[in-house]
Nanobody, 120 residues
Framework: QVQLVESGGGLVQAGGSLRLSCAAS????????MGWYRQAPGKQRELVAT???????NYADSVKGRFTISRDNAKNTVYLQMNSLKPEDTAVYYC??????????????WGQGTQVTVSS
């Protein structure tokens, strides 16, 4: 069984920074893609950023130049460095990983979510 555990959320003033982490544990052979999504109150969950095991990244336009996604394959961990935070970045942030365990095709797993609140 695969579990994803997130950490690093909190309350920060506009212009500040936060770093989120998400570590996967369990029977893992490979994680082709890792990503971060967020969901603000009353809104749908949206993509923030993704990164492949080759290091290719993709960002939502709203976070380009401010957020950086990275991964440590040895630790099965993905990070999201968030700089120049804005009140509109306030949301619950979820990590996701497409995990290959060797039993069938890769499956998508989600973290429990971590609250990020940016005050103006």
């Amino acid at each position: 069984q695969v579990q994803l555990v997130e950490s690093g959320g909190g309350l920060v003033q506009a212009g500040g920074s936060l770093r989120l982490s998400c570590a996967a544990s369990g029977s893992i052979l490979a994680i082709p893609t890792m990503g971060w999504y967020r969901q603000a109150p009353g809104k749908q969950r949206e993509l923030v950023a993704t990164i492949t095991n080759g290091g290719d990244t993709n960002y939502a336009d709203s976070v380009k130049g401010r957020f950086t996604i990275s991964r440590d394959n040895a630790k099965n961990t993905v990070y999201l460095q968030m700089n120049s935070l804005k009140p509109e970045d306030t949301a619950v942030y979820y990590c996701s990983m497409n995990v290959f365990t060797g039993w069938g095709p890769p499956r998508l797993h989600w973290g429990q979510g971590t609250q990020v609140t940016v005050s103006s």
